[in-house]
């Protein structure tokens, strides 16, 4: 099956640092990816759409300034949390579904980011 | 606004009980319904449900979709301590002029499963 992965699983940084999430699609090429966030005991909410080779679209509330997304490659897409504070502390998930199928989507690992 | 409302949020039963997770939504453009299981990290696919009355099974679980009422059910029977986990379901609409839809999330039945 589909895989994605994600990349680091867990973080730990200053507040003011920046940090980098990754998210790969292993075997299929994805040209849309999506990064969702979820606090503890809530579910997931979508952050982003992000588009491979333009900007990404984001959800209301969510400021593009500080979740820099990038989307390079078809298989590659790019989460930065920019000057990092401890309420960005969150539990970071990416995914991404197969072009041209009605299929579920891959979930990658997750990233649980904790900002001190 | 979509918008996708699961109940019960939580729920708690002894092994070898039988459990109706529900899923309500209102969206504009339907494609699917997912059914997901999270345990600690990230959600596991369980079901995809697209046509109205058509069950899906995989071993003690199963689902259903009804399109005209705008809801799915995920049934459980004979439960076991590790079926305990957040049962998600998300509704998938196409984003923007693309194929590929986005998910938009209830918020969970978080299911325990005693001894």
């Known amino acids: 099956g589909a895989v994605v992965s994600q990349h680091p699983s867990r973080v730990i940084c200053k507040s003011g640092t920046s940090v980098k999430i990754e998210c790969r699609s292993l075997d299929f090429q994805a040209t849309t990816m999506f990064w969702y966030r979820q606090f503890p005991k809530q579910s997931l909410m979508l952050m982003a759409t992000?588009?491979?080779?333009?900007?990404?679209?984001?959800e209301q509330g969510v400021e593009k300034d500080k979740f820099l997304i990038n989307h390079a490659s078809l298989t590659l897409s790019t989460l930065t949390v920019t000057s990092a504070h401890p309420e960005d502390s969150s539990f970071y998930i990416c995914?991404?579904?197969?072009?041209?199928?009605?299929?579920?989507?891959?979930f990658g690992q997750g990233t649980r980011l904790t900002v001190v | 606004e979509d918008k996708v409302v699961q109940s019960p949020l939580s729920l708690v039963v002894h092994e070898g009980d039988t459990v109706t997770l529900n899923c309500s939504y209102e969206?504009?453009?339907?494609?699917?319904l997912l059914w997901y299981k999270q345990e600690k990290k990230a959600p596991t696919f369980l079901f995809m449900l697209?046509?109205?009355?058509i069950e899906k099974k995989s071993g003690r679980l199963s689902s259903i979709l009804d399109k005209k009422e705008l809801f799915s059910i995920l049934n459980i029977t004979a439960t076991q301590t590790g079926d305990s986990a957040v049962y998600l379901c998300?509704?998938?609409?196409?984003?923007?002029?693309?194929?590929?839809?986005?998910?938009?999330f209830g918020q969970g039945t978080i299911l325990t499963v005693h001894p």
């Open positions: 995914s991404a579904r197969k072009p041209g199928q009605n299929t579920e989507a891959f």
């Open positions: 998300a509704v998938v609409r196409p984003a923007g002029g693309t194929s590929y839809g986005k998910l938009t």
């Open positions: 697209t046509s109205s009355g």
């Open positions: 969206v504009t453009n339907f494609r699917s």
């Open positions: 992000s588009n491979e080779g333009s900007k990404a679209t984001y």
